[in-house]
């Protein structure tokens, strides 16, 4: 099983509109990738990078589980483009992705 991780930076004078991302862009994911594999879905919303009073180094962090590697890259490249046009619709940030095996 694989996780896919996108960060999305706390940067001062971006957008991030968490209720978006959670019911809508996460939906389309799952929805797009159901039949590529798709596990599950998380979202992170960032408080706090664990100093009193401090920031969150991340907004917001989506988490999405899938069966494989190769299943995740065809379904992605079925419906990658209509899953990235989405991302102006809840958030300015740019993201940073990273794929890891669940060990």
Not at 11 to 26: I, P, Q
Not at 27 to 39: C, Q, T
Not at 60 to 88: R, T, W
């Amino acid at each position: 099983m694989i996780r896919v991780t996108v960060l999305y930076p706390n940067e001062a004078g971006k957008k991030f509109d968490v209720d978006y991302y959670k019911n809508t862009h996460m939906k389309l994911v799952g929805d797009r990738l159901k039949s590529f594999g798709f596990v599950r879905a998380e979202v992170d919303k960032g408080l706090s990078s664990g100093a009193p009073g401090s920031a969150a180094p991340f907004v917001c962090i989506g988490h999405v589980y899938l069966n494989s590697l190769a299943e995740f890259q065809k379904g992605m490249g079925q419906h990658g483009a209509e899953i990235m046009a989405d991302i102006p619709n809840y958030t300015n940030i740019q993201p940073t992705m990273q794929i890891s095996e669940i060990v």
